[in-house]
């Protein structure tokens, strides 16, 4: 980790934020340029913070900041207004990593401290205006019901199917904003009402191989959040705990309809590969990693079914995000593979001995 300028050169931090830039792409062809306005006040308003804070102990600012206000801002919905988001950002940096002694020490994931503390703090500000995607932001915003008014989540499952046909075809974003749940189709491309970065699924998987295969993210805590989400999701159905959905009258071809919904739907594939992955505030024993993403997905996947809140992955990260040292202390070293010892020269021969002297 080398010092130049402003920032400490991380290369691991840049391949993530690299990994990230399709789906900011992405982003502004359905939202438009607001999300370059969104992104700049949280990249202006992070760095600053940090650069605040790391004078004071004569550091430059990590790279790692790059990455905390890219996922900031890819979790905001496009109409938040930005104030909020500053004030986010802003919380983010100084209560999730500055205040724990900066980059490497802080126990909370800095991008998902931020973006609960501000879905707890306006939560009516965050879920009541949303926008239809459209080409650079021409769907519109539309208003939503803050207390008993669907979010662009909440229309995709619970009451809003009666069956699971819905989810067989394509649905336009106007209908959707309208109250018209999403098609699997919509939720397989991201064209469909949501957060920033959440959307465009494909993209996701994509950036989750490019950071698998440069060794970026660690492929155990994605499988394991994954794993995770999908086994309670599946759970819930069987066991007839979700609402307007009953098991006995839904066929097999629709209850993996049901799952895949409820696994591309929401931010759960965004926050599997880009924050359950983050090696600060998770785990380092092989085993302790496997049950920390298994926490994440189900806790997760609880929490959006059962609680008054639309979205439970930032509750997920950050319950599991408390536990992560004690499971290191229950799961033991892995065991390093021994060293081979070389075998001992065999002694010359008396003759080539006397024959090299």
């Not at 703090?121 to 949303?130: D, I």
């Not at 997920?316 to 021994?338: C, I, R, Y």
Request: include cysteine.
């Amino acid at each position: 980790m080398a010092k130049t300028g402003l920032f400490q050169k991380q290369d691991v931090m840049r391949r993530v934020v690299y990994s990230l830039i399709p789906i900011f792409i992405f982003s502004i062809l359905m939202y438009g340029w607001r999300v370059l306005t969104i992104t700049t006040v949280v990249f202006v308003f992070g760095i600053l913070s940090e650069y605040i804070m790391e004078r004071g102990r004569k550091k430059k600012v990590s790279e790692a900041v790059l990455v905390t206000c890219a996922l900031f801002a890819l979790s905001l919905p496009p109409m938040v207004p930005l104030w909020i988001a500053a004030v986010g950002i802003v919380f983010a940096v100084i209560i999730g990593k500055e205040v724990f002694g900066g980059f490497g020490r802080n126990i909370f994931n800095p991008a998902i401290t931020g973006r609960l503390f501000v879905y707890i703090s306006f939560p009516l500000a965050l879920q009541q205006t949303w926008m239809a995607p459209g080409w650079f932001g021409t769907g519109g915003a539309y208003m939503v019901d803050g207390v008993s008014g669907p979010t662009p989540l909440q229309h995709v499952y619970g009451g809003a199917y009666a069956a699971l046909e819905g989810l067989r075809g394509w649905v336009a974003p106007s209908a959707i904003a309208a109250g018209e749940a999403p098609g699997l189709l919509n939720l397989l491309t991201g064209i469909r009402p949501g957060s920033l970065g959440e959307g465009p699924v494909i993209l996701i998987v994509l950036a989750a191989v490019y950071l698998i295969v440069t060794k970026t993210a660690n492929w155990k805590l994605i499988v394991a959040t994954f794993a995770g989400a999908t086994v309670t999701a599946a759970g819930f159905f069987l066991g007839g705990l979700i609402p307007g959905l009953s098991p006995a009258s839904t066929s097999f071809l629709d209850f993996l309809l049901y799952v895949a919904m409820y696994l591309m739907s929401g931010s759960i594939l965004f926050v599997t590969v880009f924050m359950a992955t983050d090696p600060i505030s998770g785990p380092n024993k092989p085993g302790a990693q496997w049950v920390y993403g298994f926490m994440i997905g189900a806790v997760s996947m609880t929490v959006r079914t059962f609680s008054g809140f639309p979205e439970g992955t930032s509750f997920g990260v950050m319950f599991a995000n408390t536990f992560s040292p004690l499971l290191d202390e229950w799961f033991p070293k892995p065991k390093k593979k021994a060293k081979k010892k070389a075998a001992p020269a065999k002694a010359k021969p008396a003759a080539a001995q006397g024959a090299a002297t």
